[in-house]
């Protein structure tokens, strides 16, 4: 049962436009997600987090959107740079002390075309 | 600040070996999780370590077994290896465990059954 869904394997986006990565859940207990972007022999790189009482949160480039009605969150990258060609993974959580379990998506491969 | 380390980045062994991974957390780390990342399931999440005990375990068969030491420091051991054992094993801290706070992985350890 996979309670974290990326549905787009791959995205293209060109040099300098938005890059939109979505990310559906199922398990409505869940009240933190993060992102994480991964290079090929490199561990996966924290982004961005959102806690369930926000639908938003802003981090330079990177903005993470949260409907929880939907069960839907989204990373918007703006503008985009050829660094961000990377697998974004999107995870969750039950927030909370010693609820430590990240689940994870399958992740999407973005690739930056100059 | 010194990330999170994983020794060894790479480990070839045989069907039916043992093997044991290291993981040095971010300094003032208390809590450890270890992952596996396999191209058919993706990231799963094993266990997590904070203050010298297991808080949380996924689904993972009994051969695969972990500790925390006082400093912090975790390792994760996997008995009787199976050619199935074959991944990338990442290990990722947090400050306080107490949820809400993002996890920060090493760069994982490779590890290969032949």
């Known amino acids: 049962d996979q309670q974290v869904k990326q549905n787009s394997p791959s995205l293209s986006v060109q040099e300098g436009r938005i890059s939109i990565l979505n990310c559906d859940y199922t398990?409505?207990?869940?009240?933190?997600f993060l992102w994480y972007k991964k290079y090929p022999a490199e561990g996966p790189t924290f982004l961005i987090s959102?806690?369930?009482?926000?639908d938003k949160n802003e981090d330079g480039r990177f903005t993470v959107f949260l409907n929880k009605s939907a069960k839907h969150l989204s990373l918007h990258i703006v503008p985009s740079q050829p660094g961000d060609s990377a697998v974004y993974f999107c995870a969750a959580s039950v927030g909370g002390s010693g609820n430590e379990k990240l689940t994870f998506g399958t992740g999407t491969r973005l690739t930056i075309i100059p | 600040k010194a990330g999170v380390t994983q020794t060894p980045r790479y480990l070839i062994k045989t069907r039916g070996q043992q093997v044991t991974l290291s993981c040095s957390p971010i300094s003032g780390h208390r809590s450890v999780s270890w992952y596996q990342q396999t191209p058919g399931q993706g990231l799963q999440f094993l266990f997590e370590?904070?203050?010298?005990?297991?808080?949380n375990k996924g689904n993972f068969p009994g051969r695969f077994s972990g500790r925390q030491f006082s400093n912090s420091r975790s390792e994760m051991n996997v008995s009787t290896l199976e050619l199935g054992d074959s991944a990338l094993y990442l290990c990722?801290?947090?400050?306080?465990?107490?949820?809400?706070?993002?996890?920060?992985f090493g760069d994982g350890t490779r590890l290969s059954i032949l």
């Open positions: 990722a801290s947090s400050l306080e465990g107490k949820g809400y706070q993002p996890q920060h």
């Open positions: 370590y904070f203050s010298e005990t297991q808080r």
């Open positions: 959102i806690s369930s009482i926000k």
């Open positions: 398990n409505s207990m869940f009240d933190y």
